[in-house]
């Protein structure tokens, strides 16, 4: 059983800048550290720029969520075999792989992405409620069509992925997330709901 | 005086913050296939728009940094511009400005070397964020607005250059 208030605690106080030559090479990629509202702005440029054009909207959505799933696959991947995650998370894991998904997700937190807790979780079905997130700060400025949780459904399905997929590398891509409520819209909390690919 | 990279975490959002701008760690996964839909989405003007995104976020990121921390000269800012930069991850970089224009230098390019790890070497440049951050530093340096500068970056790390080099022009107007 995960102590996710304890696991958040500790892992966001982990300190994270370039080193000498400007890089962050952590958890088995390169790390940066940017404004939430940078990568906001992109995508609301990019689907502004679509504009009625279904199919581009659609394009781009899907490589937004794509572009999630692989950082949430492989950076998820040297988060759960990282010292950091052992040392933390480690101790408290009593079932795998549940615990690590648990776990996953209080990185996922800590690390700023989202306030994201799974609600539900069995080996087809993976639920996630998400209080707050920046990309539901998009509501400011843009009016969008659809759920804008692309960040938040590429990692989860990457997660599901992780947990009960092919062993890494070779399991991204089994699951799918769907965004069934969202802030942006209205609702009080996101939800993703991640299933397996048919 | 050193530049400032202050990193807090709000338990009322779970955000994390650098130098109180809510701020998110992604890896080079992220940023490389954002750069690739940019590439992608061509047709759209996709690295424009990228290089734009970070331009703008960037020029409001440093204007508010100046404002709190620096009292000196335009060589300062520079300095900070290039150690917020190496700060965030995105690389090492070396500007030479003036008004009218200049150049600037990456030793190491988060975006270069991160495509290289993923999909091997290209014989085009992607470093469009780069491009855009390179733009917002020359306009708050100048006191111009947003969209003053143009930016063409001339060597690339991904082609198999040693190092990146940009060549950045005042678009003109009043400054």
């Known amino acids: ?198 | 005086m050193e530049t400032q990279f202050i990193q807090r975490f709000d338990r009322r959002r779970n955000f994390q913050y650098v130098n109180d701008e809510p701020s998110v760690m992604h890896c080079h996964h992220y940023a490389t296939l954002f750069t690739r839909l940019a590439l992608q989405m061509r047709s759209l003007g996709g690295p424009e728009l990228l290089a734009r995104a970070m331009e703008e976020n960037f020029y409001l990121v440093l204007k508010k940094y100046y404002i709190r921390y620096v009292t000196g000269s335009v060589e300062e800012k520079i300095r900070v511009a290039e150690d917020y930069f190496a700060l965030v991850g995105m690389g090492s970089l070396s500007i030479t400005f003036a008004p009218s224009g200049g150049k600037a230098e990456m030793r190491h390019s988060h975006v270069d070397e991160g495509w290289i790890e993923k999909w091997g070497r290209t014989d085009y440049p992607v470093n469009f964020m780069g491009n855009g951050y390179l733009a917002a530093v020359f306009a708050l340096a100048a006191g111009r607005l947003v969209g003053g500068y143009r930016v063409e970056e001339t060597e690339s790390i991904v082609t198999g250059a040693p190092l990146s080099r940009f060549v950045i022009t005042e678009k003109g107007g009043p400054a």
């Not at chain 1, 679509?50 to 794509?66: C, Q, V």
């Not at chain 1, 009016?143 to 890494?168: E, H, N, T």
């Open chain 1, 1 to 198: 059983m995960i102590d996710r208030e304890k696991a958040i605690e500790q892992l966001s106080q982990i300190k994270v800048k370039g080193n000498s030559d400007g890089l962050i090479p952590s958890f088995n990629v390169l790390v940066n550290f940017l404004p939430s509202y940078f990568w906001n702005s992109f995508s609301e440029k990019l689907l502004k720029q679509a504009g009625e054009d279904d199919k581009l909207y659609a394009d781009i959505e899907e490589g937004l969520e794509l572009a999630a799933a692989e950082c949430g696959y492989h950076t998820g991947y040297g988060i759960i075999t990282s010292e950091e995650f052992k040392s933390i998370v480690g101790p408290m894991i009593e079932n795998e792989p549940e615990d690590i998904l648990h776990g996953a997700f209080a990185v996922f937190t800590a690390w700023g992405w989202a306030d994201a807790e799974i609600t539900s979780l069995s080996r087809e079905k993976m639920v996630v409620h998400v209080k707050d997130y920046y990309e539901s700060d998009i509501r400011d400025t843009f009016a969008v069509k659809r759920p804008f949780g692309y960040m938040i459904r590429g990692v989860s399905r990457a997660f599901m992925d992780l947990g009960y997929g092919k062993p890494y590398p070779d399991g991204l891509g089994a699951h799918v997330c769907r965004q069934t409520r969202a802030i942006e819209l209205g609702d009080e909390y996101g939800e993703f709901v991640v299933t397996q690919r048919a």
